[in-house]
């Protein structure tokens, strides 16, 4: 199988690449048009800042090319929010593959959200052979606001979606590459969708 890593100037690639090849999948860290569309599977990660993000996205021209993928897709932490409409983190437009606005958190507790939070209302076959509301890591200061694609949700501060789904799009809040045995069964569902 060709997993594919899309390469965009954002962190976090060295250790989901590393939890791919915990699954047996040598992936390819890549910018290529040609290499990410001849993928079995892509995954989108990304830590961030949403704008510079965007600008390295627009001028290879992925923000075109990531919405018209056809193969199962899975956004994680930057990622996800960079496939909803639009982010507050420097009032960026994204690729809206979801229709999602992006916000930051209020400052009543600490921010940005960090550690191990319950996920709930899980609604996908990426969740498949979980346990019920299992943990999982996140590490973010922005959030993918609930609606009709939401597939997972979290309590922190406010509740929003923890993941997203559309047609052959997912996307992830949290960290699956550092969520242990739960993160590497929502990698081994995703490989196997």
């Known amino acids: 199988m060709k997993v594919a890593i899309i390469k965009y100037n954002a962190g976090n690639v060295l250790s989901v690449s590393h939890a791919l ?74 690729m809206g593959i979801f229709p999602h606005h992006v916000r930051r958190f209020p400052p009543k507790q600490k921010v940005p959200h960090i550690g191990w939070n319950r996920i709930e209302n ?21 959030y993918a606001e609930l609606g009709k694609q939401s597939i997972a949700e979290t309590d922190y501060i406010v509740r929003f979606s923890a993941a997203l789904q559309k047609d052959n799009f997912c996307a992830v809040q949290f960290h699956p590459e550092k969520s242990g045995d739960v993160g590497a069964q929502i990698l081994a569902n995703f490989l196997n969708l």
Not at 122 to 142: D, G, I, K, M, R
Request: proline share 7%.
């Open 21 to 94: 090849r915990r699954h047996g999948i040598e992936p390819l860290l890549t910018d290529e048009t040609a290499e990410i569309i001849a993928a079995d599977k892509v995954i989108f990660p990304g830590v961030g800042e949403a704008s510079t993000a965007m600008r390295y996205l627009q001028a290879r021209q992925l923000d075109q090319l990531i919405p018209k993928l056809q193969q199962p897709v899975l956004g994680i932490c930057l990622g996800l929010q960079l496939m909803c409409l639009a982010s507050e983190e420097n009032d960026t437009r994204c």
């Open 122 to 142: 899980l609604n996908s076959p990426l969740f498949q052979n979980l346990p019920a509301e299992p943990f999982t890591y996140f590490v973010h200061s922005y």
